[in-house]
């Protein structure tokens, strides 16, 4: 999480995503073998908060200018 935040930090945006997905993961799975409450519920909510900083970096990544947008929404079909 820490090469992530500084990643995010430096305006890195899309590997910050992608340690951020890593460090879910990798929290996740120790939360599926961990038998002690504190433990799991430590590792669920940093896997948590991982997806929250994804979400919200996806959220600002500027747009595709190069991407078509949608035309007029009328209902009906151009004519020749």
């Known amino acids: 999480m820490a090469d992530a935040a500084a990643d995010e930090k430096a305006g890195n945006s ?5 340690r951020y997905l890593q460090a879910a993961d990798i929290l996740l799975l120790l939360a599926k073998v961990e038998e002690n409450y504190a433990a799991w519920k430590y590792y669920t909510d940093n896997a948590a ?8 970096l996806i959220a600002l990544a ?3 200018e190069a991407a078509p947008s949608p035309g007029p929404l009328t209902g009906s079909t151009p004519r020749s």
């Not at 899309?14 to 992608?18: D, Q, R």
């Not at 908060?49 to 919200?56: G, I």
């Open 62 to 64: 500027p747009k595709d």
């Open 49 to 56: 908060l991982c997806q929250r900083k994804v979400k919200h």
């Open 14 to 18: 899309e590997t910050a995503v992608s």
